[in-house]
């Protein structure tokens, strides 16, 4: 039989001890595994960031079936602690009861006794059950902490550290740390799907600069007042009162005091809340480190778990990481496809205008900020959300209405811009020849997938690339100066030579392609 790997959702332990210190019995008298659910559930969603937040409910964290098993076993366990009341007995073995351990039973059971619901989690949005619904992108179920869970979580998170509970760190379930964990997986890479060797791997712990955080953390609350001042001066005496200033219940509405896309309140609010849990991972881990595990998703791409750092707002990732060196493919995707088209000796006149592309990135994307009027990041989106076969329409389902915020006027500008109709020509055509009438597609680190559109059979095949680029940057680097994975590029803790990344990635892959470099 073959040995089971551990699990690698971690939460603080000082957390667990807190919640018992602070809700005495009601929480204590629970099952070991439904205290630990509980924990590591109170620890994940204490706030809303763009990774957890509900699609249909932006005040409430999305959490499906599948995370309720990994941290109560059963939803109707769950279901019974938190929602409908439950009974416990204590813990029998041969030799007699187990006072201080319970279980949960029926009402019936002898010995039992019954408790009325904890109500800790609130349900605010039911998955979609059923018909094509069911299949839309995070149909989850949604849930907010009640107010006295979430007051517990916010003053433990406030809390230095010599005041909170003695603990061992961040732990999975059965009380192993990262270190622990990522032994028997090779590093901070898990992999499941492709059958690549786990000494392709990387350090699960990244040092993080805690004195930028912090310097960040002030200047964003800085620019959350100027930003809540703004508003209520446009509103005048109209709108919410909130901290004695009249705002405005919208929240998306971007701050003057800030020019990079979404610093909008939300925006500044979710980034204080992703440097919160970097500062309390830090603090439990007694040092200036968080442990970062990577699971691929069924392209093959890297995905950090809970989307820590690879999935939080860049500022925040650029502050935790000041001074390591970012080295970012140039133009990938778009590269990657036409060295995919020149080796099949495909060629076709549409393809120039990703050729031109490939030959001035830079350019072309500040000439169609300008042509936009927009920033270059919406640009970026919408050019990535192309090459993966976004439609130029201005349907609310499509890639496109997302980048550009539902703003009918700019997406007007897109769908009829001369530029980038040539560019959703040019990817339809790449497809027929890249895809064609294959059902099954195989990618370049060999994960087999039947994709339900030629778009997603591209994305499957340019990821897969993309997969084995980063996996030869890897195995040529050491674990240790790897700080984090991003998709198509990597950070480094120190400088690397982009010449030399260049080398190992046409050695290894065949694929010639070019590293820009960034110091956070």
Request: proline share 4%; with cysteine.
């Amino acid at each position: 039989m073959s040995k089971r790997k551990p699990s690698t959702d971690l939460y603080p332990s000082s957390l667990l001890l807190e919640t018992q210190k602070v809700l005495g019995e009601e929480f204590s008298r629970l099952p070991e595994r439904i205290q630990i659910g509980y924990a590591t559930t109170f620890w994940k969603h204490s706030n809303i960031i763009k990774h957890n937040k509900h699609n249909r409910k932006p005040d409430s964290f999305a959490m499906g079936k599948k995370e309720i098993v990994r941290n109560f076993t059963d939803p109707r366990d769950f279901r019974k602690v938190n929602d409908n009341g439950y009974s416990l007995r204590p813990k029998r073995t041969r030799h007699g009861s187990i006072e201080s351990k319970n279980i949960l039973c029926k009402e019936r059971t002898g010995g039992a006794t019954s408790y009325p619901p904890t109500k800790w989690l609130d349900s605010t949005a039911v998955a979609f059950s059923g018909g094509r619904k069911s299949f839309i992108k995070g149909s989850k179920n949604g849930f907010q902490l009640s107010p006295k869970i979430q007051q517990l979580v916010d003053d433990w998170f406030e809390k230095p550290i010599e005041e909170i509970s003695a603990s061992k760190g961040m732990v999975n379930r059965y009380g192993k740390s990262a270190l622990e964990i990522a032994s028997d997986y090779g590093g901070a890479i898990i992999r499941d799907i492709s059958r690549v060797s786990k000494r392709t791997n990387i350090n699960v712990i990244i040092h993080i600069n805690i004195n930028s955080l912090i310097q960040h953390k002030k200047e964003l609350a800085k620019s959350l007042t100027k930003t809540v001042e703004e508003e209520a001066e446009e509103q005048g005496n109209s709108g919410e009162d909130l901290g004695g200033v009249k705002v405005k219940p919208n929240t998306s509405k971007p701050s003057k005091t800030l020019t990079i896309k979404d610093f909008s309140r939300e925006g500044i609010q979710q980034r204080i809340f992703e440097i919160n849990r970097l500062l309390a991972t830090s603090r439990e881990q007694n040092s200036p480190s968080i442990p970062v595990f990577y699971r691929e998703v069924r392209t093959g791409r890297y995905t950090a778990q809970n989307a820590v750092l690879q999935g939080y707002h860049r500022s925040v990732r650029y502050a935790a990481l000041r001074g390591c060196y970012e080295y970012d493919l140039e133009a990938a995707h778009q590269n990657i496809l036409v060295q995919l088209l020149d080796r099949k000796k495909i060629d076709f006149p549409e393809l120039d205008v990703v050729r031109e592309y490939v030959e001035n990135k830079q350019g072309t994307r500040e000439q169609l900020a300008t042509d936009l009027n927009t920033p270059i990041d919406t640009v970026k989106e919408i050019l990535q959300a192309l090459t993966y076969g976004a439609q130029l329409t201005s349907n609310k389902r499509q890639k496109i209405y997302e980048s550009c915020e539902g703003d009918l006027e700019l997406i007007d500008r897109v769908i009829n811009n001369p530029l980038l109709m040539k560019f959703a020509s040019t990817f339809e055509i790449a497809r027929e020849h890249l895809v064609g009438d294959n059902k099954v597609i195989t990618n370049a680190v060999g994960i087999k997938r039947e994709p339900e559109t030629k778009a997603k059979a591209m994305a499957h095949i340019l990821q897969g690339c993309e997969r084995l680029i980063l996996d030869a940057l890897i195995t040529n680097s050491d674990p240790n100066d790897v700080a984090l994975l991003v998709h198509d590029c990597i950070v480094y803790y120190i400088r690397k030579s982009r010449t030399e990344l260049s080398r190992i990635v046409k050695e290894n892959t065949g694929f010639d392609l070019e590293f820009s470099e960034k110091q956070y």
